[in-house]
């Protein structure tokens, strides 16, 4: 089941070339992350901002086998957290190619890149499984609450559910710190 919480008022699929772009650093048998749209909420009319929830991430994932422990059989903290890595990455590419972090709005997709991989930490993570879901096919939501600019940094406040077709259920909050480039 695909259906987000509520319903959006406006959805895109994330372009494939920035899709596949963006999860070129995973290995092929570690890129869990399928598919994803872009959902916009909230008055059609105003001015779409990511920072607040009303623009979320809504992925499919399927994890086909572990890649470092035998299959436990259920999704785990360590997929959670591969997963969470993959959707945020997309995500947070789409919103600042599209302008949609207004306190990023200088941040463009070749900075963005050039920044993924050493320069977007996260600062705090915290998970919580509501019930045993399987890794096989499942669904996320990613949104930024929050965002809060430094002199070296943005801290962006991350929030990410996971669900399966049955009721399997997760969810978390990761605090990420995206440094800005010093010269």
């Known amino acids: 089941m695909n259906t987000p919480a509520r319903t959006p008022t406006k959805s895109v699929e994330v372009p494939d070339d920035l899709f596949q772009s963006i999860l070129t650093p995973y290995r092929k048998e570690c890129t869990y992350l399928k598919k994803m749209w872009i959902d916009f909420y909230g008055d059609p009319g105003a001015e779409p901002s990511a920072v607040g929830g009303d623009i979320v991430g809504r992925s499919q994932f399927s994890i086909p086998g572990s890649f470092y422990i035998n299959d436990t059989g259920h999704f785990n903290a360590v997929e959670f957290n591969l997963c969470y ?53 499942f669904w996320g939501e990613v949104s930024l609450p929050k965002t809060v600019e430094k002199k070296r940094h943005w801290l962006l406040d991350t929030h990410i559910r996971y669900w399966d077709e049955g009721e399997g259920r997760s969810e978390g909050d990761v605090l990420l710190a995206f440094l800005k480039e010093t010269t």
């Open 85 to 137: 890595n993959q959707v945020a990455y997309v995500y947070l590419a789409y919103c600042c190619d599209q302008k949609l972090i207004p306190p990023m709005s200088s941040v463009d997709l070749a900075y963005y890149k050039k920044q993924q991989l050493g320069g977007i930490l996260i600062a705090r993570f915290s998970s919580s499984f509501h019930s045993q879901m399987a890794a096989a096919s």
